[in-house]
């Protein structure tokens, strides 16, 4: 499968995370809460505990992601040392609001005029960082156009008088070690599919849908699910729209699309793609192979 997920740029991007992790007190890291450690970098979490950072791990588009598999989420970083979960939505304002109050209560001896609280917010592309900045800055935006520290790729801003962010362009790692991570990424937009893989994603989307949100399924198209595997989702799809190619053949490949759109729009519901005990065990299968 041919994902193209290590642009050069990127490159640089982790040169300069790793130069400004020294600078900062806390990295707030924005994950997709429908796959948390597919979208998940691994190079976040090298560098921050190198510089001993605390990571407030904010699971984004909860609007999207199943709650019970958030609570679960939310529980498994929880438990982890240094670190602490933010289940939220972009798109509630009343969410976003919150975040100040609980960076700082993860930094308690900065957020002093003389001592502001230097976060850096990472996150791969599409999990909806410049959303968050955009959400975050509303409130008083003021660019520090003199800093010494601000670059072509990297900004300094001021949230308040107490709190500096730092932002990062999008951060991808340089190799995908499991190729389901591959997958749900590209089921939920974060990196492109060229149309010959999209029917494999949406393939590999069918059968977690199959195992895990049949009834979503029977609700939104109308098919039974009994007895079929990823292919046969795709192929329902195609069968209940009427979506056929020239000779009367299912036409997947639109099929294929329309799956893949109404997932990532919520249109089927809140579906998330892994949850820590999925994780697990595919991590496991993935030893042993
Ligand atoms: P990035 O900087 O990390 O790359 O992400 P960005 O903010 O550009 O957000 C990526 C997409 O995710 C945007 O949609 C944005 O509206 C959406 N998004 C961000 N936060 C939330 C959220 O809490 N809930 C939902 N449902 N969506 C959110 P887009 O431009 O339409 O892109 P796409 O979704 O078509 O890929």
């Not at 991007?13 to 450690?37: G, N, S, T, Y």
């Not at 509630?92 to 609280?117: E, M, N, Q, Y």
């Not at 999209?198 to 069918?206: N, P, R």
């Not at 939104?220 to 069968?239: M, P, S």
Request: proline share 7%.
């Amino acid at each position: 499968m041919s994902i193209q997920w290590f642009p050069g740029h990127m490159n640089s991007a982790k040169k300069q995370a790793e130069e400004q992790m020294e600078f900062i007190d806390l990295v707030i890291e924005v994950l997709d809460a429908r796959l948390p450690e597919a979208s998940c970098n691994p190079l976040v979490d090298r560098m921050r505990q190198f510089r001993q950072r605390p990571v407030l791990k904010i699971l984004n588009k909860i609007d999207l992601a199943d709650p019970a598999a958030t609570a679960a989420w939310k529980a498994y970083y929880d438990a982890r040392p240094g670190v602490t979960a933010y289940p939220m939505t972009t798109k509630k304002p009343a969410d976003v609001a919150r975040i100040p109050a609980l960076a700082l209560s993860l930094a308690p001896h900065r957020g002093v005029p003389t001592k502001p609280l230097r976060i850096m917010i990472m996150g791969i592309p599409n999990v909806g960082k410049s959303t968050l900045m955009n959400a975050l800055l509303k409130k008083r935006v003021a660019k520090v156009g003199d800093e010494p520290a601000v670059t072509k790729t990297q900004q300094k801003l001021y949230l308040d008088k107490h709190t500096v962010l730092v932002d990062t362009p999008g951060l991808m790692w340089p190799k995908i070690e499991m190729p389901s991570d591959g997958l749900m990424l590209a089921a939920s937009h974060a990196i492109g599919t060229n149309a010959l893989i999209e029917e494999e994603v949406a393939f590999f989307l069918g059968d977690i849908l199959l195992e895990r949100y049949p009834q979503l399924l029977t609700a939104r198209y109308g098919f039974k699910t009994e007895g079929l595997d990823g292919i046969g989702v795709v192929e329902q799809v195609a069968a209940r729209r009427g979506f056929r190619v020239r000779g009367g053949e299912f036409d997947v490949e639109k099929a294929a699309h329309v799956l893949l759109h109404d997932y990532r729009s919520g249109a089927i519901g809140r579906i998330s793609l892994e949850t820590p005990e999925s994780r697990a065990a595919r991590l496991e299968a993935h030893r042993i192979e």
